[in-house]
């Protein structure tokens, strides 16, 4: 099987699907000319010309409401956001127009419009971008959010969200653009709202979405090799819609659970998911959920203060033997 | 304030109202009697629908908010009546009018008010949400200005499609100095996007009126120069002038592929909402000469009964007509049920309303407690 990165898993979904329906456009800041902030769309232009392929200017409320227009009359718009952090000067166009124009037409309109870029910290950028918005914006119904860990989820999701109907927000990473990983070449989705085990383990589980799955899939082979504890780790791969079936199987398996997230701890998705798992396998935990998530303050720009602020392979194996002990 | 002049309004509107400079135009030379008696029904209709609610609303029946129309109708009326098949609306929380011009039924629109399942977005959407995509119509949209990219979306997406087609983006005086409006123009200009920005001014953002909120020294449409658009100044007291210069401004989306941002006097005669006492930003006096000397229904209804296309029989039945129309739209609304409490996690997402097997979507979406 054919090994991709990251990154050239996206351009290989937005490839895909540009080739296979007239009515997708890759839009956003410097997508077309330049090749990609972050080289994702790198030679999209080239391929597909300047119709299809869009740059944008600096104006994200006003390029992702065109997408939204757009998208009621049936364009499949994939905009680009050079990082989530940018979203919210255009909140109103994201929640307000996308997430409920279907709603409040009584189910007439659907928007069919994806957003993507990265949505993480630990770059050394400072707070103003290194915004992780996933939980607020999945705490609206009418938007779907989605988080993939690894190239072949990325492709597979990707290509979900452009042929589904409805908003979907893609949530990449640029610490894992340059991750390699097995990517077949032949047509597949990711089904959105599908949960996936990466490790199969019998006496924790951990529940992670994005970068924290590999945190916690490197904290897991500490635990195995120092602490001789055998971890389960499921990767959410989509926050809205959520895979509650195979989150449950796994803490009914294992019965301990800790919480891995890279946003902060207040309203988080892990703050759902400990919900979620008290009201539906309260009786098969055998103790308190835990959770290890971003320490609670803006993103700090010192890189060392970062790695730390930021749950690390060392924070999960101490969180973890919290849960075990 | 500067004193009226060229780039600040409309030259018709410098001299009290009299027979319109545009009725030879040809966007209304090729109007028949016919033709220019439906445009008078339906500023009536939209007119009778409008007061209808005032009742309703004072019954309690209609929640939350209710922005009226009175006094703006010739703008909805004037300027949807020059589109073609291909041509596209959206607008902001003052819908009514725009959602029957464009043949949306009033009981649909009376019942959506009260909340009732038999409403336009089955009472999900009230007042500021109307939307009927089956006549072009986008909606009904509740924050300011935030309709204005999306506009600019729907024409970019004609043009995508090789249609020749234009989206009339409707917005308030109040909308002009909201960052998505700028935003929208600048993306409308650079990309050469059919989209007309039709700015209703009927002269108060709310209770604030243009010199205290415009920071702009001639009209709200010049700022258009600033993007390289055409605009133009148009007296929405006349339907004649508002097809004429509407009918200007849908040639250049559909010719040139240019936007435009046409700037349409007009005044409203209630308050901002019914939320509002409508005491302290305006005088009695202002209201009263607009209702006595500058109504455009009775305008429309004077150059017709002197044009012999109308006489005051045929004004009566049409009036009474309307007025039956509301009254029977207000009786549907009573006697319509509310949803089922069922019907609250419907019509979120498209995949969910549609699950099967070709569906992208899988898992929990709608949450319990």
């Known amino acids: 099987m054919p090994v991709l990165s990251y990154r050239e898993a996206i351009r290989a979904a937005l490839r895909e699907e540009l080739a296979r329906d007239e009515n997708v456009v890759v839009m956003g800041e410097e997508v077309a000319q330049f090749n990609g902030a972050y080289k994702v769309t790198e030679g999209l232009l080239k391929e597909f010309g300047p119709r299809r392929v869009v740059d944008t200017p600096i104006s994200e409320a006003g390029f992702i409401g065109v997408g939204i227009g757009a998208s009621m009359l049936g364009i499949r718009p994939v905009m680009e956001l050079m990082f989530w952090s940018f979203s919210y000067v255009a909140f109103d166009q994201i929640v307000n127009n996308a997430g409920n124009i279907r709603y409040m037409s009584g189910g007439l309109i659907n928007c069919p419009i994806v957003i993507r870029g990265p949505a993480n910290g630990g770059t050394n950028v400072g707070a103003t971008h290194s915004h992780t918005p996933e939980a607020i914006l999945a705490s609206h119904p009418g938007i779907k959010v989605v988080c993939p860990a690894t190239p072949y989820d990325a492709k597979g999701l990707m290509k979900a969200a452009i042929r589904d109907n409805d908003p979907v927000y893609v949530m990449e990473n640029t610490i894992l653009y340059n991750d390699k990983g097995e990517v077949p070449d032949e047509d597949y989705i990711v089904p959105l709202g599908s949960a996936d085990v990466k490790r199969v383990g019998a006496d924790l589980t951990i529940v992670a979405h994005g970068r924290a799955v590999l945190t916690s899939l490197k904290a897991a082979e500490i635990l195995e090799k120092e602490h001789g504890v055998s971890v389960e780790v499921v990767d959410l791969r989509s926050i809205r819609p959520l895979d509650e079936a195979t989150v449950l199987a796994s803490v009914r398996k294992t019965h301990r659970v800790l919480l891995v997230e890279e946003n902060k701890p207040f309203c988080g998705v892990d703050a759902q998911l400990a919900y979620l798992i008290q009201a539906k396998a309260f009786d098969d935990l055998d103790a308190p959920i835990g959770r290890v998530s971003s320490i609670d303050a803006p993103q700090i720009y010192c890189k060392p203060l970062e790695d730390i602020q930021i749950p690390n392979p060392a924070r999960v194996v101490e969180g973890a033997l919290k849960v075990l002990a | ?369």
């Open chain 2, 1 to 369: 304030m500067a004193k009226p002049n060229a780039l600040t309004h409309p030259e018709s509107l410098k001299r009290p109202p009299g027979p319109s400079a545009y009725a030879k135009d040809p966007a209304n030379a090729r109007l028949s009697k016919a033709d220019k008696i439906r445009l008078y029904t339906q500023m009536a209709r939209i007119r009778h629908f409008e007061q209808r609610c005032i009742r309703t609303y004072q019954q309690g029946k209609i929640g939350g908010f209710l922005h009226l129309y009175v006094g703006q109708e010739a703008i909805a009326v004037g300027t949807l009546s020059v589109l073609g098949k291909d041509d596209h609306l959206i607008t902001g929380y003052r819908d009514h009018g725009h959602a029957l011009m464009v043949g949306m039924d009033m009981n649909s629109c009376m019942a959506e008010l009260q909340g009732k399942a038999t409403g336009c977005s089955k009472g999900k959407g009230g007042s500021m949400h109307y939307f009927a995509p089956d006549k072009n119509y986008w909606g009904g949209h509740g924050i300011v200005g935030g309709q204005a990219p999306l506009g600019a979306g729907i024409a970019y997406a004609l043009k995508h499609k090789g249609l020749k087609g234009c989206c009339l983006t409707y917005m308030g005086d109040g909308a002009v100095n909201q960052g998505a409006v700028h935003e929208a123009y600048n993306l409308a200009a650079l990309w050469d996007i059919p989209v007309i920005f039709v700015i209703e001014n009927n002269g108060y953002s709310m209770g604030t009126s243009q010199e205290r909120s415009t920071a702009h020294p001639g009209s709200l449409a010049q700022r258009a120069e600033g993007y390289g658009m055409d605009w133009d100044l148009v007296n929405g007291h006349d339907l004649y002038e508002v097809r004429a210069k509407t009918a200007a401004a849908v040639r250049r989306a559909h010719e040139k592929s240019r936007p435009t941002v046409l700037e349409i006097f007009t005044y409203r005669y209630f308050g901002h909402s019914m939320s509002d006492p409508d005491k302290t930003y305006r005088d009695k006096e202002e209201i009263k000469d607009y209702r006595e000397n500058k109504d455009p229904i009775k305008l429309w209804e004077k150059a017709l009964l002197e044009e012999g296309v109308l006489d005051a029989a045929k004004v009566a039945a049409i009036n009474e007509a309307a007025m039956d129309e509301a009254e029977k739209a207000a009786a549907f609304a009573d006697a319509s049920p509310y949803p089922e409490p069922s019907a609250i996690t419907q019509d979120i997402y498209w995949e969910e309303d549609n699950r099967g097997p070709k569906t992208t979507s899988r898992g929990t979406i709608i949450f319990g407690d």
